[in-house]
């Protein structure tokens, strides 16, 4: 089966989604659709239905009513694991990085390379791990100090930023992030806004953003979609909208 | 470096004992040092791989008894060490895996699985010996390997001990199941997100602690045949002493309870402080109650700085 807007197959699109817990309606026939490349926002007051909405692309929750497809295709997420086997990554605030060990082992963990030679008694190739993951956070123009030095000794701005180079380097498709910029500084938060900016200038990405802060999500998508009660009630270009335009919205409950 | 202070500590302790007691710094005394780090240091090397992933075992000093009992039994019905040696380190895997599976599958927190484990087995090993230990008088070519030959004038044991800390330092540096052991002691749930297979790397490094602790146990009861004498399948060799040292070895090592840190070359500065405080105390008279006291010390004074230099880090 096949989903077509245009000429261009959208990435994902979550078409007709309805979800409830007991009585009350999580969701009520939410469709969205995110494009390649496209980084896409979804915003709404709490209790809205972004968390459900994003918890059932990435196969936490199974929706009750509604379709998604995948690239195309008509896809079920019985887990989050199915829906990371096709490329659909989720960060979480709390990372699943690695205190004790170093940079490139992280971006590498459960993915690593080994030097060619015995079968069985595989060594690690920790030289071309540590080079291809510093040139890879230089392409992202990620700075890290030292591709050797524990994750521990990190800021969060860094760890964050190194969570998604390693969900963007095994080559995710779709990367959700939730609230990407909550625990962060100032110079933290923009060096996360940055990455996304660099990301999207990539195109090889496309990403949902969840956030609470408007300004920092309408500072990097393209498109904004924004919910309340478990529906869509507005959709707006990115350029085209400003902060006051959307807390109208999401205060009235009308576009 | 931690490992480095532990080593300077040893020197001045070294130094100390030698003025003390000239005899200290003597090629004789020597070799009873490195015999009782060789007996140690590889078990206590296995204790930091199960201490990175966050867990401990309680009943190694029991698994050291046991292997070689198991051996002198099969041995002594006619079977020869031949097969009686591969049998007793499969009893130990035996015992390792069952301390990993009780651990990882029935949650059971590995300090009460092996305690229980440890309990169970002195009791077993009393049983199976009748609480007697037994001399092997005859020399085979496998008790050379293993632990009753020497090789240009050095024990195999000595040999064996330094392959197995190589061998180990590299697993844990530049092999897969070590940055595995290091995750999974570290970050347990993210470990798993990503897809390492945290049960299987857990359970690996209970079978090698007591492994290890098995084939050391065989390499110290065979160790009568390197001077001449026989070997000894001795049910009170090991115990809870070789335990409770193995883990004072590691954590004076460095290694955190706390799982996710801890290094091969701090097990063995913690194994030959330990050794080192121990004879010394009793070349210069002093009793043995000061050298608990002062090893109790350690502990506590390792754990501290340990602690303390990961929140100093963190900042």
Avoid: C
């Avoid at chain 1, 459960?110 to 030097?115: D, G, I, N, S, V």
């Avoid at chain 1, 963007?168 to 959700?176: C, G, N």
């Avoid at chain 2, 007996?39 to 009943?59: F, T, W």
């Amino acid at each position: 089966m096949s989903e077509t807007v245009g000429d261009e197959t959208p990435v994902v699109k979550m078409e007709g989604i309805g979800k409830n817990f007991g009585a009350i309606k999580a969701l009520d026939d939410v469709t969205i659709t995110l494009h390649h490349g496209e980084v896409l926002g979804i915003v709404g007051d709490n209790g809205a239905g972004k968390s459900t909405l994003i918890k059932i692309l990435s196969g936490v929750y199974q929706p009750d009513k509604g379709d998604i497809y995948f690239e195309g295709n008509k896809v079920k997420f019985n887990s989050p694991i199915e829906a990371r086997k096709m490329g659909i990554e989720t960060i979480y605030q709390d990372l699943a990085l690695i205190d004790d060990l170093s940079v490139y082992h992280n971006i590498f963990l459960a993915k690593e390379q080994f030097l060619n030679g015995m079968p069985v008694v595989r060594f690690l190739d920790n030289k071309k791990m540590k080079t291809s993951a510093a040139r890879f956070l230089t392409d992202l123009k990620i700075d890290i100090p030292e591709i050797d030095a524990k994750v521990r000794l990190l800021s969060g701005g860094q760890r964050q930023a190194i969570a998604i180079a390693r969900s963007v380097f095994f080559s995710a498709k779709v990367l959700i992030m939730d609230e990407p910029t909550a625990a962060l500084g100032v110079v933290e938060t923009k060096r996360v806004l940055d990455l996304i900016e660099n990301l999207k200038k990539r195109k090889d990405v496309s990403i949902i953003i969840i956030a609470h802060n408007l300004a920092h999500v309408l500072s990097v998508v393209e498109r904004l979609v924004i919910l309340s009660r478990g529906r869509v009630i507005a959709e707006r270009e990115g350029k085209e909208t400003s902060i006051e335009d959307v807390t109208r919205i999401i205060s009235t409950g009308a576009a | 470096m931690r490992e480095g202070a532990v080593v300077l500590v040893t020197a001045v302790m070294i130094a100390g004992f030698t003025s003390l007691n000239g005899s200290f710094f003597t090629l004789a005394n020597s070799k009873v040092l490195a015999d009782f780090v060789a007996g140690n240091v590889a078990v206590a090397a296995a204790q930091v791989m199960l201490m990175v992933v966050g867990e401990i075992d309680l009943s190694v000093g029991q698994v050291y008894a046991l292997s070689p009992y198991i051996m002198y039994l099969v041995y002594q019905d006619g079977l020869g060490f031949k097969v009686g040696i591969p049998v007793a380190i499969l009893a130990a895997a035996l015992v390792g895996l069952i301390n990993g599976i009780v651990t990882v599958r029935l949650h059971v927190p590995s300090l009460i699985a092996t305690l229980g484990m440890g309990f169970f087995l002195s009791g077993f090993n009393i049983y199976i010996s009748n609480g007697w230990y037994q001399i092997m008088p005859e020399k085979q070519p496998y008790t050379a390997v293993f632990g009753g030959g020497v090789i240009a004038g050095i024990d195999v044991t000595y040999l064996w001990t330094a392959a197995a800390l190589i061998v180990l330092a590299i697993v844990l540096a530049r092999m897969r199941h070590g940055i595995w052991s290091i995750a999974t002691g570290s970050n347990l749930f993210g470990s798993r997100e990503v897809g390492v297979n945290i049960r299987r790397t857990k359970i690996m490094n209970f079978i090698l602690a007591s492994v290890i602790a098995g084939v050391w146990g065989i390499f110290i009861a065979n160790r009568g045949f390197t001077f001449g004498a026989s070997g000894v399948a001795d049910p009170a060799q090991g115990g809870d002493t070789l335990t409770l040292e193995s883990i004072a070895a590691a954590v004076i090592g460095g290694t955190s309870l706390l799982g996710g840190s801890g290094t091969i070359i701090g097990a063995f500065a913690g194994s030959l402080l330990i050794a080192v405080l121990q004879d010394g105390l009793i070349l210069v008279g002093a009793g043995a109650y000061i050298y608990q006291t002062l090893l109790g010390a350690a502990i506590i004074f390792s754990m501290a700085l340990n602690i303390q230099a990961r929140k100093w880090a963190r900042r």
